[in-house]
T-cell receptor
Framework: GNSVTQMEGPVTLSEEAFLTINCTYTATGYPSLFWYVQYPGEGLQLLLKATKADDKGSNKGFEATYRKETTSFHLEKGSVQVSDSAVYFCALSDSGTSYGKLTFGQGTILTVHP | DTGVSQDPRHKITKRGQNVTFRCDPISEHNRLYWYRQTLGQGPEFLTYFQNEAQLEKSRLLSDRFSAERPKGSFSTLEIQRTEQGDSAMYLC??????????????FGPGTRLTVT
């Protein structure tokens, strides 16, 4: 079955530091890949997505590239801010047969200090 | 567009009681999903509807769980004879599906269930 593995967390950084959160996946076919973010006290929000190999998703300074050869979708940001503190979830959708249901990783807690 | 709403936001119940949660999707979305999220974990898929038809159920959805979407709009998730292991955040999401393509899912704020 499908699965998503995120790097062990939590991650603590100083403001303006470089961020990488690793994500690898296992899936049949050609899944779409997503990063969702959950800010404290709020619901899950889609951060970015990529639907085919070598696509780069980007939003709010965050980027992730769909790497089929390494089955990875690592999240990066060049300079984090305190307001980026949240829980980040990598997810995939095997839309070929599962009609869009999402399989999530366990989440990575990011804390950014001033 | 008011987004996905869920009610109640919090529910505390005693073991053995029945509970029902409601989800109102974005009005033009024909797909509705239920997920469960336990502390420190990512959401896990439970079931989804296209219009009023329930098209898939996870093995996580025991026979104590039932979900409905009677008119293809709002949905309810009922848990009968609750157990402490049912304590979790129950998330609802909706999306559009047309022309063989499913679009992004938008999530509600969730209902936090605590079974004592």
């Amino acid at each position: 079955g499908n699965s998503v593995t995120q790097m062990e967390g939590p991650v603590t950084l100083s403001e303006e530091a470089f961020l990488t959160i690793n994500c690898t996946y296992t899936a049949t076919g050609y899944p779409s890949l997503f990063w969702y973010v959950q800010y404290p006290g709020e619901g899950l929000q889609l951060l970015l997505k990529a639907t085919k190999a070598d696509d780069k998703g980007s939003n709010k300074g965050f980027e992730a590239t769909y790497r089929k050869e390494t089955t990875s979708f690592h999240l990066e940001k060049g300079s984090v801010q305190v307001s980026d503190s949240a829980v980040y979830f990598c997810a995939l959708s095997d839309s070929g047969t599962s009609y869009g249901k999402l399989t999530f990783g366990q989440g990575t807690i990011l804390t950014v200090h001033p | 567009d008011t987004g996905v709403s869920q009610d109640p936001r919090h529910k505390i119940t005693k073991r053995g009681q029945n509970v029902t949660f409601r989800c109102d999707p974005i009005s033009e979305h024909n797909r509705l999903y239920w997920y469960r999220q336990t502390l420190g974990q990512g959401p896990e898929f439970l079931t989804y509807f296209q219009n009023e038809a329930q098209l898939e159920k996870s093995r996580l959805l025991s026979d104590r769980f039932s979900a409905e979407r009677p008119k293809g709009s709002f949905s309810t998730l009922e848990i009968q004879r609750t157990e402490q292991g049912d304590s979790a955040m129950y998330l609802c999401a909706s999306s559009a599906h047309s022309g063989g393509r499913t679009y992004e899912q938008y999530f509600g704020p969730g209902t936090r269930l605590t079974v004592t």
